[in-house]
């Protein structure tokens, strides 16, 4: 079923940066540790999003998330005691956590095998060749502002996104004055 | 067989050798990640060469000339030099992010010369989206001096990447700003394309504000004087790679010049035309003459301010982001937007490919609409001076009236009735 190509290649490394980073993530003692393995999962995402031809998506991943790892350190480093020695489990419900995690994954993977591989699914009647259709930047440019794509979610959402900025300005700022 | 085997076709040559085609693209790929990479790692040599000559130059002195012809194997025998000091791990160092964090340094500086395009056929990766993707490698940057500032257990290296990081954030974004103006006119995010699109123009002279912003973002996001808060010797002895000796402060060092040159690199392509230059249809190779020439034009320029002015203190370096370069950002992203717009209602947009006289009406328009942005920002300027100067000698006279109150009633004595 999977060819042995460079991009089969590529997307097993791509899928053990992200799983390898996520799982990183989650046991490591050190707050430091914690961030950079979380930079190679994001960096994994945006592999996935090459090998998907959607480069825009990628840059943006890198800009938006990689980048703002180091925001992360600072807050890490600010708002925590021991950054380095975790001893006490901060969250408590670690373990309700770990179930819904681990229910919503289940759930994932039910959701794309069953319409692909399961009965009267995509793969069972037709092996789908990969979608021809190529879609650029200026395709995804105009499907945001246009009045039949995505305008009004992409309006609210940056609508969305100024309040919070007032709101941060709002509190952060000193009322004496 | 009828062809000789070339790096033009290397990868027919492996296929017909008896590779499969994949595994002769990956091999033909890997190839010209090395040939683009090696660039950059000999062009630095020169960097530290030129950098300590011109700033020889304006402090009166004649800079390196005994190693070599003119010096110009100073670099060499400094590198040699670097190799043979002890590499030192200070106690308490998380040594692998300690280890990693050139490595980053450097790997993110020549990562973005992957896009750049020498010649009108030569480029690494001729990726749609050229421009973000400088961006998106620069913001990597960020994480490198966070990281070698943690990992070196020291609290000056620390502190140093604090305000590296507030510097770097803060001045990513009229630097992104100022990008979208040749985006915008180019139509295209290609570095290819924005440099094809300069046949007729530089966007120099259509876009001068955006020009100016980029330069001067850059000027900071690389950590270059007057913005050289990254390395401030005399105030948190050298920031970020406080720690670092031997070989690895020598790849902070590279990255940091290689990084100063790429951005300069990346000003001759979006502004200045790239490999445009007389013949270049005829000999492509002659761009990467021109792009060189006209890199090393505003590099030298760099170089000149950074032996001349002084270092910004970190609030005045806010201060002049936030409050000056961000709204002027704004406004010149609106004002061109709308200009581009009044143009192609009215037909004066020049077809791509159009020669010099066509692009005069549209230049023209252009740099009227930027002299109304200098002038307006150049208002604002001179009332906020105007201001600060009211406040500063209103200041003066309460201080004076203070020191007369005080010589009249001397301390101790009993005030008032």
Known sequence: MLEFNASTVAFVVMTLFILGGALGVVTTRNLIHATLYLILSLFGVAGYFVLLSAPFLAAVQVLVYIGAIAILIVFAVMLTRSMTRMSEILNGQWLLSAIVGAGLFLLLVIGVILPTWGNGGLLDATVSAPSQVVIDTVDLGKALVDRNGFVLPFEVASLLLTAAMIGAIVIARDDTE | ?417
């Open chain 2, 1 to 417: 067989m009828d062809t000789v085997c070339s790096i033009n076709n290397l990868a027919r040559c492996l296929v017909e050798g008896g590779f499969s085609p994949d595994l002769a693209n990956l091999l033909t790929l890997l190839g010209g990640v090395v040939l683009v990479a090696t660039i950059p790692l000999v062009t630095v040599i020169f960097l530290i060469w030129i950098e300590r000559k011109v700033a020889a130059r304006v402090q009166d002195r004649l800079g390196p000339n005994r190693v070599g012809p003119v010096g110009l194997l100073q670099t060499v025998a400094d590198a040699l030099k670097m190799l043979t000091k002890e590499d030192i791990t200070p106690t308490g160092a998380d040594k692998f992010i300690y280890n990693l964090a050139p490595v980053i340094a450097f790997a993110t500086v020549i990562l973005m010369w992957a896009v750049v395009p020498f010649t009108p056929l030569h480029i690494g990766a001729d990726v749609g989206i050229g421009v973000l993707y400088f961006m998106a490698v620069a913001s990597i940057g960020t994480v490198k001096i966070m990281v070698a500032g943690w990992s070196s257990n020291n609290k000056y290296a620390l502190l140093g990447a604090f305000r590296t990081i507030a510097q770097l954030l803060s001045y990513e974004v009229p630097l992104v700003l100022s990008l979208l103006i040749p985006v915008m006119l180019a139509g295209t995010m290609s570095l290819q394309g924005i440099t094809e699109a300069q046949g007729g123009m530089w966007y120099l002279f259509i876009a001068p504000v955006a020009a100016f912003l980029f330069y001067v973002a850059n000027l900071a996001e690389t950590g270059r004087a007057p913005f050289d808060l990254l390395e401030a010797e005399s105030e948190i002895i050298a920031g970020y790679n406080i720690e670092y000796s031997g070989f690895k402060w020598g790849m902070f060092m590279a990255s940091e010049f290689l990084h100063a040159f790429t951005a300069a690199l990346f000003f001759a392509i979006i502004f200045m035309g790239g490999w445009w230059g007389p013949f270049v249809q005829e000999v492509p190779l002659l761009g990467a003459l021109y792009l060189v020439g006209k890199t090393a034009i505003v590099y030298v320029f760099g170089l000149v301010l950074r032996a001349t002015v002084p270092r910004v203190r970190i609030d005045q370096l806010m201060a002049l982001n936030w409050k000056f370069l961000v709204p002027l950002a704004i406004a010149n992203v609106l004002v061109i937007a709308f200009l581009i717009q009044v143009l192609k209602a009215l037909g004066l947009m020049p077809v791509p490919g159009a020669d010099i006289i066509a692009h005069l009406p549209m230049t023209v328009v252009m740099l009227l609409g930027n002299l109304v942005i200098i002038a307006v920002a150049m208002q604002v300027l001179r009332n906020q001076g105007r201001e600060e100067k009211m406040a500063q000698e209103a200041r003066m006279a309460a201080r004076q009236q203070r020191v007369v109150k005080e010589v009249r009633t001397p301390a101790g004595a009993p005030v008032g009735d």
